[in-house]
């Protein structure tokens, strides 16, 4: 059974930072091109970034509103999938989820409150 | 950035009716689009790849077509289980976008 579990979402004031997880199992996660999409409240879903497989490339693209500020990276020998998220606004309170587009996590709640 | 007009924004309509929802993408997309079902406070759930395959375990009643920039989404048997917002989305190109959604109701 392929599980995705997000982790290390919270509350955090503006500007703070905060990293989110993401632990996959049942799924070849070292080919998997991994991405992030939130959701904030009461909205539509909105794509954050992707990361290829690392024998692809392990390259890295993200939506504008948030290129410079956040950080998808990978570790494969834990099969797990990062989220670094910086200078945090307002705008980016949402559920965060971890996808490989077929398969998604429950998602992680990421509010930016002071 | 590709634009992604789904309609309707809402849709009513009774168990066993035969219903579509459109996506239109603002620029070729080929085949590269995915239809997803959200219930309230879950995951999204992936029903359809490539518009037009479905993804394992996903009942028949549900279908995808279409190609380029005009897609369609039909669910050809309403039940009331399938009662949830389904969105849009292409993979042609970044950034990703989605449709605004579209909140199905039972009459």
């Known amino acids: 059974e392929v599980q995705l579990v997000e982790s290390g979402g919270g509350l955090v004031k503006p500007g703070g930072s905060l990293r989110l997880s993401c632990a996959a199992s049942g799924i070849a996660f070292t080919d998997a091109w991994m991405s992030w999409v939130r959701q904030a409240p009461g909205k539509g879903l909105e794509w954050v970034g992707r990361?290829?497989?690392?024998?692809?490339?392990?390259?890295?693209v993200y939506a504008a509103p948030v290129k410079g500020r956040f950080t998808v990276s990978r570790d494969d020998s834990k099969n797990t999938l990062f989220l670094e998220m910086n200078s945090l606004s307002t705008e980016d309170t949402a559920m965060y989820y971890c996808?490989?587009?077929?398969?998604w996590g429950q998602g992680t709640l990421v509010t930016v409150s002071s | 950035d590709i634009q992604m007009t789904q309609s309707p924004p809402s849709l009513s309509a009774s168990v066993g009716d035969r219903i579509t929802i459109t996506c239109q993408a603002s620029q070729d997309i080929r085949n590269r689009l995915n239809w997803y079902q959200q219930k309230p406070g879950k995951a999204p759930k992936p029903l359809i790849y490539d518009a037009s395959k479905l993804e394992a375990g996903v009942p028949s009643r549900f279908s995808g077509s279409g190609s380029g920039t005009h897609f369609a989404f039909t669910i050809s048997s309403l039940q009331p289980e399938d009662i949830a917002t389904y969105y849009c989305h292409q993979y042609e190109n970044f950034p990703r976008t989605y449709g605004q959604g579209t909140r199905l109701e039972i009459k």
């Open positions: 990361i290829e497989s690392e024998t692809d490339g392990g390259t890295t």
């Open positions: 996808t490989t587009l077929s398969y």
